[in-house]
């Protein structure tokens, strides 16, 4: 993958509604990011990173940002279709979303040639660079995934407040991907809730 290439990718706006399926239990704590440093994801390291840094996932719809966290398994494009996870209870969070400066992985024709890279690459296997080692039968490639490795570089940039990529989960749908710490004094992430009063609260990022 050509890192050097994420300085030259162009940045997009998203002004849209965008999705979060949590917990009941979270709901007033749903845009709380500042934990997100500690777990490795498709695009973060984890707390070994060099730089670590906190990221927030939204997905483009409901059904996806289900089967982002689990709540749904399956695919609604094979036989059998969607099972619901039967381990707890979930809530679809709509999200607002004013972002100025997003670098959109989903573009073949733009970032995956400019930055060497292909789909198949963008929604592979990321764990695995963790669990391979000298003791496995497979032992390589390990360390930082390629995209993990992207994810640092896009943070570090200061260009982009956030990406769009490919979900692994439904490969024609995309994910939002945002650096809290990168917003624009004008970008948020916004939600509106009636709270167990009948009160309106707004939880927003920044």
């Given at each position: 993958m050509?890192?050097?290439?994420v300085?030259g990718?162009?940045a997009?706006?998203?002004?849209s509604?965008?999705?979060?399926?949590?917990?009941p239990g979270?709901?007033a704590n749903?845009l709380k990011y500042s934990?997100?440093h500690?777990f490795?994801?498709?695009?973060?390291e984890g707390?070994?990173a060099?730089?670590?840094?906190n990221i927030f996932?939204?997905?483009?719809?409901?059904?996806l940002a289900?089967?982002e966290v689990?709540?749904m398994f399956?695919?609604?494009s094979?036989?059998?279709?969607l099972?619901?996870?039967?381990?707890g209870?979930?809530l679809i969070?709509?999200?607002?979303v004013?972002?100025?400066?997003?670098?959109?992985?989903?573009?073949?024709?733009?970032?995956?040639?400019a930055?060497?890279?292909?789909?198949q690459?963008l929604?592979?296997?990321?764990?695995?660079?963790?669990?391979?080692?000298?003791q496995?039968?497979?032992?390589?490639?390990c360390?930082?995934?390629p995209?993990?490795?992207l994810?640092a570089?896009?943070?570090?940039?200061?260009?982009f407040?956030?990406f769009?990529?490919?979900?692994?989960k439904?490969?024609?749908?995309?994910i939002l991907g945002?650096f809290p710490r990168n917003?624009?004094?004008?970008?948020?992430v916004r939600?509106?809730?009636?709270?167990?009063a009948?009160q309106?609260q707004?939880?927003?990022?920044p």
């Amino acid at each position: 993958m050509n890192l050097a290439a994420v300085a030259g990718l162009p940045a997009i706006p998203v002004t849209s509604v965008w999705y979060r399926a949590i917990k009941p239990g979270h709901l007033a704590n749903a845009l709380k990011y500042s934990h997100t440093h500690l777990f490795p994801s498709r695009y973060y390291e984890g707390p070994t990173a060099a730089t670590p840094f906190n990221i927030f996932y939204l997905a483009e719809n409901p059904l996806l940002a289900q089967l982002e966290v689990g709540a749904m398994f399956g695919s609604p494009s094979e036989p059998g279709g969607l099972i619901a996870n039967p381990a707890g209870s979930w809530l679809i969070l709509n999200a607002e979303v004013r972002l100025t400066r997003v670098a959109d992985l989903t573009d073949v024709r733009g970032s995956h040639e400019a930055l060497s890279t292909t789909a198949q690459e963008l929604t592979g296997d990321w764990r695995g660079y963790r669990q391979r080692s000298a003791q496995t039968s497979v032992s390589s490639p390990c360390g930082v995934s390629p995209t993990q490795e992207l994810g640092a570089v896009l943070f570090s940039s200061g260009l982009f407040e956030g990406f769009l990529a490919i979900s692994a989960k439904l490969p024609y749908q995309r994910i939002l991907g945002i650096f809290p710490r990168n917003l624009s004094e004008a970008g948020f992430v916004r939600y509106r809730y009636e709270d167990a009063a009948g009160q309106m609260q707004i939880h927003e990022i920044p």
